[in-house]
Structures are given as structure tokens and as C-alpha cells.
């Protein structure tokens, strides 16, 4: 073995103990350097432009931007889970206390339906209603106590929130002030050609702000919208049921209406006729669109994974990595894809010269 050789192969070893070292000593931290770096990539191009309106004043364009970026998009969303944990913690003490009971409303949905029906539950054997109603209760309580449960945990990690928070805003400064050398730093550190380089990088920021601009925002409209179906129709915990919306909403196939149809199906079996067609009507003709017209001018049709991916990255990456899954399991799905076809791309060139 030549010495040059042997250098070469102690120099990477030194290089991926010292990354995986750096990573480690990150970790702890990773949810505020993942949204940090997010923050910086869907916030450069209002950078770049505030950077240009200031004559190149690197420090103010990033402070200026940092703030904008607290205004926009942290500031409602904190707002917002202040607001949802209270109306999640008040929807618990309901359930509790039994001034909120699933079950019962599961029995009136099953007694208000025809015989017909009655007959086919029968037949397959599934006519023990208060079995069926007494786990519909347990599990509503169950769910209520964990959203609970997990208020009280925020307010005794609220240090840890406020030092993660305060790392993620630390970061975001100096990543959208100096975010461009330092892209340019790790695309020279990179063994690939530029051809490589550029359609990775381009599919990686694109995918990105694909899934906060599109995904996010058309998530936040159908969860608003739904929200206030449910409050003009003075369904209890509309800001919480309008957030579960938007979280569905994420999900490709099912999304909002596995919230919206067995609250129509209540009204219409109970009698309800105008609320239960009135909210279908809302819901297929306004929330429906909402995804039709907003996703193609916010993400563009280019960029779109197929339903089934982003439906199966998704629920995995919120299984191994929480909340920040529903971003990190789509773009490591967009990365495989963009991967595979520079693959295949390469196997092609052989073959056409």
C-alpha cells in the first residue's frame, strides 16, 4: 500500500469519526438546527432581497430577516399551541367529568340507523354496540389525557424549549447571513461533478419549500376553514379539532376528512339535516378545492411526489423522528427518487454514444 494511499484512507476515516462525533455533540439540539436550517432555506429569498435593498449590510439584512421570520411563521404558531393546549386541556376535564361523551354520541349515530343496517351489523357480528361504545369512550379519554399529559410535560421542559429556541433563532441568524459561502463550502467539499451537485441541491431546497409553502400552507387553510365550520356550527373544541384537520391534511388520501365525515354522519342520523348537508357541502366544495388551486401556484406540479410516497414518508418519518418527520420523511423520499434517476441516468449514457 502507497503512502499517498494510506494517507488518503486515515484522512477519511479522521474525517467521518470527527463527523460522526460533530453529530453526537448536535444531537441533543437537532430539532433546533433542523428548523433552524429550514427557517434559513424558506427565508433566502426575502433575504436576498433585503440584503439588496440595504447595500449589502450583511448584519442588519440577517437581523431584519430573523425578525420578519418571528413575525410570520413563530410567533402564530406559538400562539396557536398556547391557545390549542388550553382548549385541549379544557376538552379533557369535559371528558372526565362526562359533560363530553363519544360513546354516547356513537349510540344515538347506531340507534338512529335503519333496520337494514341493524341487520348487516348482525350478520357481521358486530351487534355488541356497548362493547363497541365503551372503547370508543376509553379511547377518546385516553387521547384527551395524553394531549394533556403532554401540556403538563411542555411546562416542565420549558426551560429546555426556551434553550432549544433560542439556539434555533442563534443559528438562523448566522445561517442566513452567511448561508451562501457556506453552501458554496460544502458544494466544493462534496466528491460529485456539478451537473451532480446543482440537480441534488435543487431538488433538496425545492422539496423543502415545497413542503412548508405548499404542504403547510395547504394544510393551515383546510384547518382554519374546518375550524370555523365547526365553530358556526357550535361543535365544542373547534380550534382543536381545526388544528387535527390541518395535521391530517398533511397526509395524502385520508386527511381532513376523517375529522369532518362522522360529525356530518352525527348530524344527519340525529336529525340535523341542515348541519350535516351544509357541512358536506362546505367541506367537499370549499376544503376540497383548497388543495387544487393552492398546491399548483405554491409548489409547482413539477415538484410533486406521488400520493403514495408522500403518504408513506410521511407517517414513517413522524414514526421515527416526531413532528419534524412530516418534512424529513418526504425529502429523504425526494432525494431517494432524485438519486436513482441520476442512476439511471448514468446506465443510460453508455448506451447512447
Not at 347506531?110 to 370508543?136: G, T, Y
Request: glycine fraction near 8%; charged fraction near 10%; aromatic fraction near 12%.
Amino acid at each position: 500500500m502507497s503512502n499517498s494511499n494510506l494517507h488518503y484512507r486515515t484522512f477519511l476515516c479522521l474525517l467521518i469519526v470527527v463527523s460522526i462525533a460533530f453529530g453526537w455533540i448536535l444531537w441533543p439540539f437537532y430539532g433546533a438546527v433542523f428548523w433552524g436550517t429550514i427557517l434559513a432555506i424558506i427565508f433566502s429569498p426575502l433575504h436576498r432581497r433585503v440584503l439588496a435593498r440595504l447595500g449589502k449590510r450583511r448584519n442588519l439584512a440577517a437581523l431584519i430577516t430573523l425578525l420578519l421570520c418571528v413575525l410570520i411563521a413563530i410567533l402564530p404558531m406559538i400562539l396557536i399551541t398556547g391557545s390549542l393546549v388550553q382548549e385541549g386541556t379544557a376538552l379533557y376535564q369535559q371528558m372526565k367529568s362526562g359533560n363530553l361523551n363519544f360513546g354516547l354520541y356513537f349510540e344515538r349515530v347506531v340507534n338512529a340507523l335503519p333496520p337494514s343496517v341493524h341487520a348487516m351489523l348482525d350478520r357481521f357480528d358486530v351487534s355488541d354496540i356497548r362493547s363497541v361504545q365503551q372503547k370508543l369512550s376509553t379511547a377518546a379519554v385516553q387521547a384527551s389525557q395524553f394531549l394533556a399529559t403532554q401540556a403538563f410535560s411542555i411546562g416542565q421542559d420549558t426551560f429546555q424549549f426556551v434553550i432549544s429556541f433560542g439556539v434555533m433563532l442563534y443559528l438562523l441568524f448566522f445561517l442566513l447571513r452567511d448561508g451562501s459561502s457556506l453552501s458554496r463550502s460544502i458544494s466544493r467539499a462534496i466528491p460529485l461533478s456539478e451537473a451532480y451537485k446543482q440537480h441534488l441541491t435543487r431538488k433538496f431546497t425545492t422539496v423543502i419549500r415545497a413542503t412548508i409553502k405548499g404542504n403547510v400552507a395547504v394544510a393551515a387553510t383546510q384547518g382554519l376553514l374546518g375550524g370555523l365550520a365547526f365553530w358556526v356550527l357550535g361543535i365544542q373544541g373547534s380550534l382543536l379539532w381545526g388544528v387535527l384537520m390541518a395535521f391530517l391534511s398533511l397526509l395524502p388520501a385520508v386527511g381532513a376528512a376523517l375529522i369532518w365525515v362522522p360529525v356530518a354522519v352525527y348530524f344527519l342520523v340525529t336529525g340535523a339535516l341542515w348541519q350535516g348537508v351544509g357541512l358536506i357541502a362546505f367541506c367537499v366544495l370549499v376544503i376540497g378545492t383548497v388543495d387544487n388551486i393552492m398546491r399548483p401556484i405554491l409548489v409547482g406540479k413539477d415538484t410533486k411526489l406521488p400520493d403514495w410516497v408522500i403518504l408513506i414518508s410521511t407517517l414513517g418519518g413522524m414514526a421515527l423522528f416526531g413532528l419534524n418527520g412530516f418534512v424529513i420523511g418526504p425529502l429523504i423520499a425526494a432525494l431517494f427518487t432524485a438519486v436513482w434517476d441520476l442512476f439511471a441516468l448514468e446506465g443510460e449514457a453508455p448506451a447512447e454514444d
